[in-house]
């Protein structure tokens, strides 16, 4: 016998990947993933067992070590990235400014962690890039912008490309750069969904990035508005 009110809400557990050589630092982001009832890590290992580790269990999220001695991060990567409908892929670095963090940008990471990020923001992470979000420290992108330009995109010609943008358009891009969601932005803003994926698009376009981690950076190197 029901007392007939709504359902409870059933909250959507996250399924993470990682993927690191040292096996000391599997068991850590494990345990520390782990220790919210919302994130669940549905497998770990080294390199060379990677992309069919991610074959099998499907995760939502793949937190992948940029540097492995057997099998690199770059080509777990782009083989993972290769599937039908792949997970998002962000890679753990240390960020000591080697060509590998600007290629795996362009392969298609959607974020890149520092392995010393403290476990809050290593779960709130995961969370954003379950939902469609970017995750991009600080430190990560003053390497990008200051040693990788060639390849981030975030040129003077594309600054410039800035005052293109609308209103509504640069409020859009500033929510991107702090890593929400189409959902979350517009939730912020008032918006569909539908019509915060065609403000990204049209924002896109107009700077001539490719994907909202170079439209990210776009925005960190903005100048305030006014």
Do not use: W, Y
């Amino acid at each position: 016998m029901t007392d007939g009110g709504p359902p409870a809400q059933v909250q959507a557990v996250v399924r993470v990947v990682v993927v690191d050589d040292e096996a000391l630092v599997r068991s850590g982001l494990t345990m520390i993933l782990q220790a919210e009832g919302d994130v669940r890590v549905v497998g770990a290992c080294s390199g060379e067992d990677a992309v069919a580790l991610v074959a099998r269990e499907r995760p939502d999220v793949v937190l992948l070590d940029l540097r492995m001695p057997v099998v690199d991060g770059l080509t777990v990567l782009e083989e993972v990235l290769r599937a039908p409908s792949p997970p998002v892929v962000a890679m753990l670095t240390t960020f000591d400014g080697d060509q590998q963090v600007a290629r795996a940008m362009r392969a298609g990471a959607a974020g890149f962690l520092l392995k010393d990020t403290d476990p809050l923001g290593l779960l709130q992470a995961v969370r954003t890039l379950a939902s469609g979000g970017v995750v991009l420290s600080p430190r990560a992108a003053r390497t990008l912008l200051t040693e990788h330009a060639e390849v981030t995109g975030v040129t003077p010609e594309t600054l410039r490309r800035l005052a293109t943008l609308t209103a509504r358009e640069r409020d859009v891009l500033g929510l991107l750069a702090r890593g929400l969601s189409n959902a979350e932005v517009g939730a912020e803003l008032d918006l569909g969904v539908g019509t915060v994926k065609d403000h990204v698009s049209s924002i896109l376009g107009k700077l001539g990035v490719r994907s909202r981690m170079q439209a990210a950076l776009v925005a960190r190197q903005a100048p305030p508005a006014g």
